[in-house]
C-alpha cells in the first residue's frame, strides 16, 4: 500500500486525501473513517500467508478474525466481515450484534472469547442451534462444567494461561486473568472426550501494543510445544492454533508482513514436523491492527495563550480528553500532528482543550513540547489512528467532558462521503441525561 501519510505544500495528506480539505468542507470537531483502509489491512494480512503458505507449501489454511471490541461501528464490522473469514466476540451483547450482522454469512466463523456468564454462554449455545459456524473458547473450568451439563453439540477451544516469565515485569499481562492453567488445561483435555463438545481450538494471546519478535517466539513455542501438541495427540479434531491478537502494527508502514507471515509460517512447520503433527491451521482475532488507522479527529485552533514563557498553549475547539481516551488511560501511542502550515517557521509549544480542566492537554512526555507552526491563524490539528477503542471509551454518542459535543462524523469508501453523525447538539444532550 502506498504512504498512509504524505506532506504535499506544506500540508499533510491522508490517505491520498488533504485533512485541510476535509476540515474546511465538513467544519471541525471532526472524525473521518476511511473504510477502504480497514479493507487494506485485511487483505494484506490474508494475502501474505496465503502466499507464505504457498511458497513453503504448508498444509494448513490462514483464518482472519476482526475483533469487533475495537470498534463497535457497523459499518467498520460490515467492511471487515466482506473481507475477513469471520469475527471474534467478547461479551453477550457482542455476540447478540455478531449473529445479526452475519445472519446472512453464517458459514464465516464466529469465534467467542472472554468470561462467560449464563447469557454470554446461553447465547453461544443458541447460535450454535441456530446454524452458526460458531466456536466457544472456553475460558474457566466453570464454563467446561456448564457446557457439558448443557449437553450441547458444539466445536470448542481452550485458552491457556501463559506463565508471566516471558512478559516484562509490571506489564499488565503478567497478571492475565485468562485462560486455564496447565493442569486445568490437561483435565479438560483428557475429559473432553466423554462429552458432546468436540476440541478444534487450541488460542493464546499475544497481547501488547508494540511488537517484540523475541517475546513472540517464547510465548508461540511455549503455547504449540507444550498445549497445542499436547492436544492434537489425544483428539484428532485439534486444527486450529489460535495465536489471538497482537499482529504487528504498520508502524510508518514500513513493516514487512509478508516476511512475518513466512516466518510463522516456517516455525509452525518446523515445529510440527519435529513432533510428528499436522500442519495447524493457524487462526489470528485482530481489531487494532485492522481498525486502528482507518480513523483520524481533526480540530482547529482557536487561540494562543502564553502563560508558559518556554510553551505557549494552542487551543482547539474540543477537547483532547475525549478525542484520546486510549491514550490517557492506558498509554496508547497516538500521534497528533499540525496539519497545514507546514512549510513555515516551527516552534515548541503544548496544545490544550477548550475545557476548564487542567488534564486536558497534549503534549510528548519526554520532550515537554509537541512542534507546531509559528503561525496558528487557521491551523488544524489531527489525531491520527483513532480507529480502535477511541468510541468505546469515549462513549459514542454519549455525554462527554465539560459537555462538549461529540465531533461530526463522516466516513468515506471509494472517494465517496457518507454523514454517519452531525456535530452533537445541546438537544442531544438533553435526552441523554433526561432533562
Sequence with gaps: MDKLVEVKNGELFYNGYSLKELAKKYDTPLKVTF???????????????????????????FIYLNANKANYGALEIKEALEYANGLETSSYYDLLLTKEL????????????????????????????????????????DEYERLKESKISLNVGLRIHLSAKYIEEGDVISNDRFGLLKDEFEYIVNDIKNTNLTLTTIHFHQRGFDYEKDKFELNFLDAF???????????????????GGGTPLPTDNNFNYYSWAKYVISLLKEESKKLNIEEPSIITENGKYSQKDSTVNIYKVIAKKSTDKDYPWYIVDSSMLIALPEYYSLGEPIVV??????????????????????????????KGYIELPEKYDDLYIVCLGTGSYQNSMNGKGGVHHCLLPEEKDIVIKNGNVKIRSELQTIDDIYKKIKL
Design 102 to 141: 452475519m445472519k446472512n454469512d453464517k458459514q464465516k466463523f464466529i469465534v467467542s472469547n472472554g468470561y462467560k456468564p449464563n447469557d454470554y454462554l446461553n447465547a453461544i449455545i443458541s447460535a450454535k442451534k441456530d446454524g452458526y459456524n460458531i466456536i466457544d473458547i472456553i475460558d474457566s473450568i
Design 35 to 61: 473504510l477502504d483502509l480497514i479493507k487494506a489491512r485485511i487483505t494484506t494480512l490474508k494475502d501474505s500467508f496465503d502466499t507464505a503458505i504457498k511458497e513453503l507449501n504448508y498444509n494448513g489454511s
Design 225 to 243: 510445544r507444550n498445549y497445542y501438541a499436547y492436544a492434537k495427540r489425544i483428539h484428532s479434531t485439534v486444527k486450529y492454533f489460535n495465536i
Design 337 to 366: 500532528a499540525p496539519v497545514n502550515n507546514l512549510d513555515g517557521k516551527m516552534i515548541k509549544a503544548r496544545l490544550a482543550g477548550v475545557t476548564c480542566d487542567c488534564d486536558d492537554v497534549y503534549y510528548f512526555k519526554d
